[in-house]
């Protein structure tokens, strides 16, 4: 039961362009949605959060867009950077449920 | 200083030991959490607790018994373990039960059954 799904495994761009990551999810009783990165060896450390009642939330080179018709979201790093190689957790909440939901990650890899 | 910190950090042991993960967090979070990170690299929760009291345990077999003496630790204990609970686990921390921000997490823990 994957409530948040991460359809890419792994995303590789250029420095300086834009990376875009995806993620899907079903539940329609999200209240917030969450981007966590990960780097090798390390937790998940929090990115960027929207709630359910917006469409964007952007801090600095991040952006985030949410789509609730479509219930999908997505991430914009603007410009890329090599230090944003890492894994992309994306993360549903609830307050129903008092759970985050994670997706599988997606691994973005940045070429100087 | 490392916000939330868990031991060990790589663990290779047979099935059928008994082992365990501590977990300190110094945030002075109500909150924390156990995460179990699977083949799959799905990060699920197995366990929450607040202030010491259990208030999430989802579907997990209960040869995994967490244990939270205080509100700044939660240790996690396997009984008997089995080839499947080879995963990496995460533990993590909240400021309260509701939240909408932040959890923080430790290392993870990368647990390895023979």
């Known amino acids: 039961d994957q409530q948040v799904k991460q359809n890419s495994p792994s995303l590789s761009v250029q420095e300086g362009r834009i990376s875009i990551l995806n993620c899907d999810y079903t539940?329609?009783?999200?209240?917030?949605f969450l981007w966590y990165k990960k780097y090798p060896a390390e937790g998940p450390t929090f990115l960027i959060s929207?709630?359910?009642?917006?469409d964007k939330n952007e801090d600095g080179r991040f952006t985030v867009f949410l789509n609730k018709s479509a219930k999908h979201l997505s991430l914009h790093i603007v410009p890329s950077q090599p230090g944003d190689s890492a894994v992309y957790f994306c993360?549903?909440?609830?307050?129903?449920?008092?759970?985050?939901?994670f997706g599988s990650g997606t691994k973005l890899n940045v070429k100087p | 200083d490392t916000a939330v910190s868990q031991t060990p950090k790589y663990l290779v042991t047979q099935m059928g030991n008994d082992k365990s993960i501590k977990c300190e967090q110094n945030?002075?979070?109500?909150?924390m959490y156990w995460y179990k990170q699977d083949s799959k690299k799905f990060l699920k929760i197995m366990f929450s607790?607040?202030?010491?009291?259990?208030?999430i345990n989802e579907t997990v077999p209960n040869r995994f018994s967490p244990k939270s003496p205080d509100k700044a630790h939660l240790n996690l204990h396997i009984n008997s373990l089995e080839l499947g609970d080879s995963a990496v686990y995460f533990c993590?921390?909240?400021?309260?039960?509701?939240?909408?921000?932040?959890?923080?997490f430790g290392e993870g823990s990368r647990l390895t059954v023979l």
């Open positions: 539940n329609s009783m999200f209240d917030y």
């Open positions: 929207i709630s359910s009642i917006k």
């Open positions: 607790y607040n202030n010491k009291e259990l208030i």
């Open positions: 945030l002075g979070h109500d909150t």
């Open positions: 993590a921390s909240s400021l309260g039960t509701l939240n909408t921000g932040e959890l923080f």
């Open positions: 993360a549903g909440y609830a307050y129903n449920f008092n759970k985050f939901y």
